[in-house]
């Protein structure tokens, strides 16, 4: 096993090298401090990380990341179809969609509340933004996030319905490609 910095020394998230080269490959980078595989494909490569909210006594607040190359693409063709949009004035005409979706946003900072209580840090801004950041906690920055939240256990209703429009996962194990570095 071996752990990724950032987190000041503390090894609080412990990743094998071997998901860390998958995760790399698949973002097309290194991700930012620790990490772990939160939830994997039917072929067992990773779909969805949890980060540290706090990267080298810095806020890092995107908690959850998407990092299945064939999901992301077709996250991607939905946010160039619109549906960013769309979501946005969900949040913003529906009562009742926006109350689930400021669950989602509670939960997320729960999570993040957690996580900096255990690295025994302060970290104020969790309640000011919302999910990945965002400064308007009703904003929908991108879909990404709310997918990699919902996936993550994060009660997202936008996450959850924009899996209705895409297919979950690929049908050609894409990411056994990792050791011939093809994306």
């Known amino acids: 096993m071996t752990s990724l910095e950032g987190t000041g020394g503390r090894e609080l998230v412990r990743t094998s090298s071997n998901k860390i080269a998958i995760v790399t490959w698949q973002l097309g980078r290194r991700p930012r401090g620790n990490f772990k595989v939160l939830r994997s494909c039917r072929f067992g490569y990773p779909l969805v990380i949890e ?13 959850h990341w998407l990092t299945c190359p064939h999901l992301r693409e077709e996250v991607s063709r939905l946010e160039s179809e619109g549906h960013i949009k769309r979501y946005q004035e969900l949040l913003e005409l529906s009562q009742d969609f926006r109350r689930l979706f400021l669950r989602a946003v509670e ?20 309640e000011r933004l919302g999910i990945g950041g965002v400064k308007n906690p009703l904003s929908v920055k991108c879909l990404h996030l709310h997918v990699a939240s919902y996936l993550a256990g994060i009660p997202n209703p936008i996450g959850e319905d924009v899996l209705r429009f895409v297919k979950m996962e690929c049908q050609n194990e894409r990411c056994s490609l990792v050791n011939g570095r093809t994306r």
């Open 107 to 126: 939960a997320d900072r729960e999570r993040k509340r957690e996580l900096v209580k255990r690295l025994k840090e302060e970290a104020p801004w969790i």
């Open 51 to 63: 980060t540290l909210p706090i990267v080298d006594g810095k806020p890092f607040p995107t908690l």
